[in-house]
């Protein structure tokens, strides 16, 4: 048998199509997709011709295409039928019935040649039928692999040949891997920054593709005839991985013969010229959006049309399908030429919204017209610098990357414009090099000529020592990471450039970090550079830390992380040391597809590694990386942060810290900040702060001296600097040195008040007149595309397509009492300050958002695509009103029912097959991909729900009801996918209840108490329209209030003298307690024992401080029982109101703030508006400055439940010590079932087991009920002892050490705040004082010099505890 077939092969190896025959197949092709289990809804194409073939001379053949027809498809797969897109067939008649030639030579198609009014569209038609005839017939192999070309490109294809020995039939069966290309015809759409993972896809791949064709032939003398050829070509999508399936594309096609004419093929009278081979060529595919399909005639006219259909469906509120017609306006103006997108702008530049929506859309639109139109308007003066800015960030990053789009951006940086704008020639540059990467990721053989601006501004730079020139350049070239800037940028390395010798340390970091980009692609050309720089001891630190960050982007070997971890060993700097030794480690861990092959390694090179190294100090040089991968999935994420400190100083020199993403068989930088300090530690190394002999704490304390000096630092270098990274390209960066400090004081102290007056008056002045405003902002939030051409000609689409449009209408009126002057220009805040003002004000915001992922045929002429659709709408209206009575100290807030659309907010997510073509739109055919139930049909979830669940609030009358519906295909079987597929909604409505109507609610802060019983008297006139309740309310506030006012003078004596009667009583309980303390805490086996705490004596150890004040000495418990509470002798500090106003009474709460200065005393009481009996009090004592106390208690009169909380220093055993004491009277059931279950707890088994193990002993004790208490001392500065004391159990933690030492002295005073009195402080406290004469340097010199004071004392007990 198998020399039968070899010597077939042999004999018969060309197809034969012999001259002056015509051959006539019927030929069909068809593709359709959607998901692969059958019963589902699919949408798809056919296209369906008699094909006539005929030798025209010898190598060139004509074919044409007889009554050729075009079918669509959208339906449930297979039981609906293809149905004739009749319109679109006439449409396309003349050109599909043009005959083409091609060149035909040993089974291989050459040329292709076609008229020029013959559209691409059906030259690839053409093209599809030719891919069928491409045999390469090796006449010595029955069964051999090789690359072919196809409309793919280049691929790997299988033949094996064999013959039926009974027909003497060839049967050739031909396979082709379809993701194993060279030469890949494909186009991707917002992918280009975006890394191929070829880790993530080694065992599982997102996109696959493959075809098979099977050929039947017939052997003839001078070769074989092709008498029937089928393909079958499948592209299988999967955005996670899942075993029951992905989204599927399925091209089918079959060639037959019929018979074989001797009439000849007439060609077309028209020039033939020549249209490229079999690979797939590209149309109109990108400028049109896979979801919407439009049949532009007058762009400029269509254009100003959706404009006004989102100005009139949007002005009141936002409508759902508003982010719909954004899409559309954005296919529209990529159709559109210049001139059309000029006229557009001309026509609406004048309406607010109008302008601000074609800003919006202008960047996105991503054509050579719309950046062209953002860059001439800008410098015709017709865009602000930042609408300009704003345009131009989104407009250089999105545009389609190709010479005439960098040739258009380098004009820009050249501009003498842009030229005097730095902050905005620098956003230029960048988004430049990002677009040169664009354009080399799509031809990766681009020419190094379009980085020769940004080459000669380096050189230019570097001759006139111009430093941030020199950055900036390093960072555009970074930014493109073209391998030809390798040599540009290795002049600015130590060691390799004669150049670098005179550049700053920054210069050299900058040059380092440019390497990272040209690393991902040429991985072996930047790594050697960069393991020379790590290895350089002479290189600053820095420097050194940089190399080794981008050393280890290119993914050493082992053998190469072993030469690392030598050098690693033998480092002199403690710094470098520790930054590598920490990243080695932290990418041990590592489980993402792509660092496999360096964790490996990393593992290896910390074996060899001393373990001293892992001993670092927190404020070593650190790197951080931690990673999760999900490989069935096939996603993940990752975060790393570098901390590269200087010994020299405590401030970090950089801190940069990048999350990273996998989905989907690739991986991107997706966001990464980076801020550097290197300018700031130059001026600190001038201070003391630089002392390497000193330790931690001085060099914290000098280095806090130094920035209060921040303006002797010198002027002539930046500080610091920061920048961002978007997927993997630097967008924007700043340098922050003294002028911009310097400009940014001066216009906030000078330029501010001035300003902020002249605000002022303009917004009253406004307010006055009445303000409506409109807002819109229209985002195009992701666009993901990916087009693959298929066997039939047509291509097949993947997206991700979503947009989002936010919009709001707000309209404010304001009335002034007595009414404000109209000459404003003097004295404002005064006669504020004497105006009651009402303000009305109602808005209506709303947030528009949809998500569309489609697979199909997304053509030109006819879009048959299978989509998922998710919608989030959600509408908030809202209505307040606020009086603001400056002079009665009262402020009101009211907010008011408004008008609530049907739904508040609403989701909802469907699955559908749509099809629809050019010449027959309204025909468009939509149906769910989930079938109709049948009747009986039985799943694990309803095929079928509708529910409503509604509630309503209390109180408020309001009532909300959400609203699900969803309709699956789950009775189809127990796949996941069955129960995703369908029609899925949820929807919220709020609205009033069926109780009494909600008229309000309000919020009141009375201040200024000693006017608060005018306010009551006011507020109590009927005339103004408050309920009786109201009134009863409001008089007993006023009572209260004019009782305060009365007492608050007599209260002070009267409790100072209560309170010292009490002192002398309790100074001598706490002296006979003292003297109780005579053991000492000792541990045996597990069990221990300990003396009392002994308490402080209000004055101990303050020579210097005695106080006459004997409220001091005044226990929480004492103070209670002169004054349960102080609303009756003590007017508020303020009052806040709370309340609902409904139709039938009024319902809310009242906060009240007191104040016993005298007694060091603060209390909240919170009372019920209709209910005088319940109140929650928390009251808080300061009783001296060893002791305070909170007590909270609820109920009638807040006597129902009570919780008090004690803390007070002392003794322990001769330490000093603090003690916190939690007793609690009646509490919740809810309370006390909870700490019984922890009680129990902590007595199991497991928890006395865990409890020794961690050196904690715990013995059983029948201590107080209702007590917790807790003793911290510190027997050393540096060792405390936990004691704490439960109701059932006593454990303690004795000798615990701490991380530093504490400033606290045997005798319990901290010298730190031996000065601070608390209570002379609370005694003197002038709340409206402080505000007024707040004054912030003031302040911040305080909170340093305290600060510092602290860190001395720190500083003091460290050394005294290593003597």
Not at 569 to 586: G, L, M, T, W
Request: hydrophobic share 45%; glycine share 4%.
């Amino acid at each position: 048998m198998r020399a039968i077939v070899l010597a077939l092969t042999v004999a018969f190896v060309v197809p034969d199509f012999g001259a002056g025959k015509t051959y006539v197949y019927n030929y069909e092709g068809q593709l359709l997709g959607g998901l692969p289990q059958e019963g589902l809804g699919k949408a798809g194409i056919k296209v369906s011709s008699k094909v006539l073939l005929r030798a025209e001379a010898q190598n060139t053949f004509v074919l044409k295409l007889a009554d050729p027809h075009i079918y669509e498809y959208a339906g449930i797969w297979p039981q609906d039928h293809f149905a004739p897109a009749s319109k679109l067939t006439a449409a396309l008649k003349a050109d599909l019935a043009t005959p083409i030639k091609f060149e035909y030579a040993n089974g291989a198609v050459g040329k292709v040649f076609a008229p020029a009014r013959v559209s691409a569209a059906a030259l690839n038609v053409h093209r599809g039928i030719l891919t069928i005839l491409q045999l390469n017939l090796k006449n010595t192999q029955n069964v051999y692999e090789m690359h072919e070309a196809g409309p793919h490109g280049v691929c790997k294809t299988h033949y094996m040949i064999t013959e039926d020995e009974k027909t003497h039939q060839i049967t050739v069966i031909k396979s082709k891997d379809l993701t194993n290309c060279h030469e890949r015809v494909i186009k991707d759409v917002g992918l280009a920054h975006a890394e191929k993972c070829a880790e993530c896809q080694q065992r599982l791949q997102s996109l696959t593709g493959t075809a098979t064709y099977n050929y039947t032939m017939k052997p003839t003398d001078a070769g074989v005839q092709v008498s029937e050829a089928t393909v079958d070509e499948l592209h299988q999508y999967s955005l996670f991985n899942t075993i029951t399936g992905a989204a599927q594309m399925r091209a089918k096609q079959t060639l037959r013969l019929m018979e074989v004419q001797g009439t000849p093929i007439a060609p077309e009278n028209a020039q033939y010229s020549a249209r490229g081979s079999l690979k797939y060529e590209f149309g109109a595919e990108l400028l049109q959006t896979p979801i919407q399909l439009l049949k532009i005639r007058n762009a400029v006219a269509q254009t100003a049309e959706v404009l006004q259909q989102l100005a009139a469906n949007n002005a009141d509120m936002i409508h759902e399908d508003a982010p719909l017609k954004f899409l559309q306006l954005v296919q529209l103006l990529r159709a559109a030429t210049f001139e059309n997108i000029q006229a557009i702008w001309n026509q609406h530049k004048t309406k607010p919204l109008h302008r601000q929506w074609i800003l919006d859309a202008a960047p996105v639109v991503s054509t050579h017209a719309a950046l062209r139109f953002i860059k001439e308007k800008f410098q015709a003066g017709e865009f602000s610098a930042p609408e300009f800015t704003r345009a131009l960030l989104l407009g250089l990053h999105l545009a389609t990357a190709d010479p005439e789009a960098i040739q258009q951006a380098a004009s820009l940086v050249q501009s003498p414009k842009i030229r005097a704008m730095p902050a905005l020639r620098e956003v230029i540059m960048l988004g430049y090099g990002s677009m040169v990467a664009k354009y080399c990721a799509e031809v990766p053989t681009c020419s190094a000529d379009h980085l020769k601006l940004v080459h000669d501004n380096a050189a230019e730079a570097i001759a006139k020592g111009k430093i941030s020139e020199i950055s900036l350049a390093l960072k555009v070239l970074g930014n493109a990471g073209h391998p030809a800037s390798l040599k540009p940028i290795m002049k600015l390395l130590p060691g390799f450039g004669s150049a670098a010798a005179a550049m700053p340390t920054r210069v050299h970091v900058d040059a380092i970090l440019a390497l990272r980009n040209i690393a991902k692609k040429e991985p072996k050309l930047v790594q050697p550079v960069a393991l020379q720089l790590f290895m350089d001891k002479n290189l600053h630190p820095e420097a050194r830390m940089v190399a080794c960050i981008v050393l280890f982007e290119t993914k050493p070997s082992v053998a190469l992380m072993s030469t690392v971890a030598g050098e690693i060993e033998k480092e002199p700097r403690n710094e470098v040391a520790s930054f590598a030794y920490s990243y080695i480690k932290s990418l041990t861990r590592s489980t993402a597809p792509d660092l496999v092959n360096i964790a490996a390694a990393a593992n290896v090179a910390v074996r060899i590694l001393s373990p001293k190294l892992d001993r670092q100090s927190y404020f070593s040089s650190t790197a951080y990386h931690l990673d999760l991968y999900v490989s069935p999935l096939m996603a993940g994420a990752a975060g790393t942060a570098f901390i590269i400190n200087d010994a020299a100083t405590i401030v970090p020199r950089a801190v940069v810290a990048k999350a990273r993403a996998y989905l989907a068989g690739a991986a991107s930088d997706v966001l990464e900040v980076g801020v550097r300090t290197e300018g700031l530690q130059k001026a600190l190394q001038r201070t003391p702060a630089a002392d390497e002999n000193a330790d931690r704490i001085t060099k914290i304390k000098h280095t806090l001296k130094a920035l209060m000096n921040w303006k002797a630092m010198p002027a002539s270098e930046p500080l610091g600097s920061i920048y961002f990274k978007a997927f993997g390209q630097e967008i924007a960066f700043t340098n922050i040195d003294k002028t911009f400090i310097d400009n940014a004081i001066e216009q906030a102290t000078q330029a501010a008040k001035p300003r902020a007056r002249q605000l002022l008056k303009e917004t009253v002045k406004a307010l006055q007149a009445g303000i409506s405003y409109q807002f819109a902002k229209l985002m195009l939030t992701a666009e993901f595309r990916r087009i693959v051409p298929t066997a039939v000609g047509v291509p097949m689409e993947l997206g991700v397509l979503s947009a989002a449009v936010t919009a709001a209408a707000v309209n404010v009126k304001a009335t002034a009492t007595p009414p404000l002057p109209e000459n404003l220009e003097t004295g404002i805040l005064d006669q504020l300050r004497k105006t009651d003002i009402e303000l009305q004000a109602e808005a209506r915001a709303g947030v528009a958002t949809q998500t569309l992922a489609v697979i199909g045929v997304n053509w030109p002429l006819i879009q048959a695509v299978v989509m998922a659709r998710g919608k989030i709408h959600t509408v908030a209206p809202f209505k307040v009103a606020a009086r603001a009575d400056f002079p009665r100290g009262n402020i009101k807030v009211q907010i008011l029912p408004a008008e609530a659309p049907d739904h508040v907010a609403a989701v909802s997510f469907d699955t559908v097959a749509v099809a629809r073509n050019m010449e027959d739109h309204p025909a468009e055919r939509e149906i769910s991909l989930a079938p109709a139930a049948p009747s009986g049909a039985q799943s694990l979830i309803p095929a079928s729900i509708q529910k409503s669940l509604c509630g309503k609030a209390p109180y408020f009358q309001v009532k909300g009801c959400i609203e699900v519906a969803s309709r699956n295909a789950g009775f189809m079987g127990y796949n996941p996918i069955y129960y995703v597929v369908g029609q899925h909604s949820a929807r919220i409505s709020v609205g009033r209840g069926d109780g009494p109507a909600l008229e309000r609610v309000e919020f009141e802060v009375h201040i200024a108490p000693e006017k608060a019983p005018e306010k009551s008297v006011r507020e109590t006139n009927p005339a103004s329209g408050e309920t009786q309740e109201e009134n009863i309310i409001l008089l007993k506030l006023r009572e209260y209030l004019e009782a305060g006012l009365k007492k608050s003078s007599s209260s002070s004596s009267s409790s100072n003298s209560t309170s010292s009667s009490r002192s002398s009583s309790r100074s001598s309980s706490r002296s006979s307690s003292s003297s109780q303390s005579s053991s000492s805490a000792r541990m045996s086996r597990g069990h221990f024992t300990h003396g009392p705490f002994e308490k402080f004596h209000k004055n101990q150890y303050l020579a210097t401080q005695i106080t006459s004040k004997a409220s001091s000495s005044s226990s929480i418990e004492a103070l209670q029982r002169q004054a349960k509470l102080l609303e009756d002798s003590i007017a508020p500090a303020f009052v806040i109101i709370a309340r609902v106003v409904r139709s039938d009474r009024k319902l809310g709460y009242q906060l009240a703030a007191y104040l016993d200065k005298p007694n060091s005393r603060a209390q909240l009481v919170l009372s019920s508006t209709s209910n005088d009996q319940w109140k929650l009090c928390a009251d808080g004592v300061l009783s001296s400055k060893h002791k305070a106390s909170a007590r909270v208690g609820w109920g009638s009169e807040c006597q129902d439940s009570s919780a008090t909380v004690k803390a007070e220093t002392g003794l322990h055993e001769s330490s000093p010590a603090a003690r916190f004491k939690l007793d609690w009277d009646k509490a919740p059931r809810l309370v006390t079932t909870a700490a019984m279950n922890a009680m129990r707890a902590c007595e199991s088994l497991p928890m006395q087991i865990a409890a020794r193990l961690a050196g904690i002993a715990v013995n059983r004790a029948e201590n107080k009920e209702n007590t917790i208490g807790i003793i911290v001392a510190l027997p050393t500065k540096r060792s405390a002892d936990i004691i704490v004391k439960a109701p059932r159990m006593t454990a303690a933690k004795l000798a615990m050490p701490l991380p530093f030492a504490l400033p606290v002295e045997k005798d319990g005073s901290i010298p730190a705040l031996q000065d601070l009195d608390i209570q002379d402080a609370i005694e003197k406290l002038d709340i409206c004082a402080v505000i007024q004469n707040f004054d912030a340097d003031a302040a911040v010199e305080r909170a340093i010099d305290a600060v510092t004071r602290v860190l001395n004392e720190f500083e003091k007990a460290q050394n005294e505890q290593e003597i």
